[in-house]
């Protein structure tokens, strides 16, 4: 579409890792999942674990899931729609060592952009606040991978020495 890279599940395509992980292999930015069973927890999943945002309207609920698994709109039964920003120019970055970038990255960019550390999962968040300002860019000029560029290549190590 002219705002992104969309992709569709239904109903029971909730329980398919596989084809969630497909759609984020073909570079689904926002997944649209119309369905009876709203599928709680296990939407979330989905958007956190491909890193995209996950939009619902289902027969007990309308939500709207962030790349980091958040909900950050949702409603229930008796109305089923939700409306909310979502903002595609978001990337997930491993903490570690990239965190040691976070400063300068903030420094340069001010309020035009938002850093947020989610601990837990030791992974942050990079989201342009500016039009202007597209947070692959800002990776490249701070020599930084994405979480997906850093696990890709962890994995293609540990696959060659399996």
């Known amino acids: 579409t002219d705002f992104g890279i969309i992709g569709m599940q239904i109903c029971m395509d909730a329980y398919y890792t596989d084809t969630w992980t ?91 952009v938002r850093l947020r550390i989610h601990h837990p999962e030791n992974w942050a968040t990079l989201e342009s606040l500016d039009p202007d300002i597209k947070v692959k860019d800002v990776l490249k000029e701070f020599e930084l991978p994405s979480y997906d560029e850093q696990i890709k290549e962890a994995t293609e190590i540990q696959d060659k020495h399996r």
């Not at 649209?32 to 927890?41: L, R, V």
């Not at 899931?65 to 997930?92: H, M, Q, Y």
């Open 22 to 112: 497909s759609l984020k292999s073909s570079g689904a930015e926002i997944v649209f999942f119309p369905s009876q069973a709203s599928f709680g927890d296990i939407l979330v999943h989905h958007a956190w674990r491909n890193h995209y945002y996950i939009v619902s309207s289902t027969g007990d609920d309308a939500r709207i899931i962030d790349i980091t698994g958040d909900i950050i709109a949702s409603d229930g039964e008796f109305a089923r729609w939700v409306c909310a920003p979502v903002n595609l120019e978001k990337i997930l970055i491993h903490i570690w060592p990239q965190v040691g970038r976070f400063d300068d990255i903030q420094k340069k960019y001010g309020r035009k």
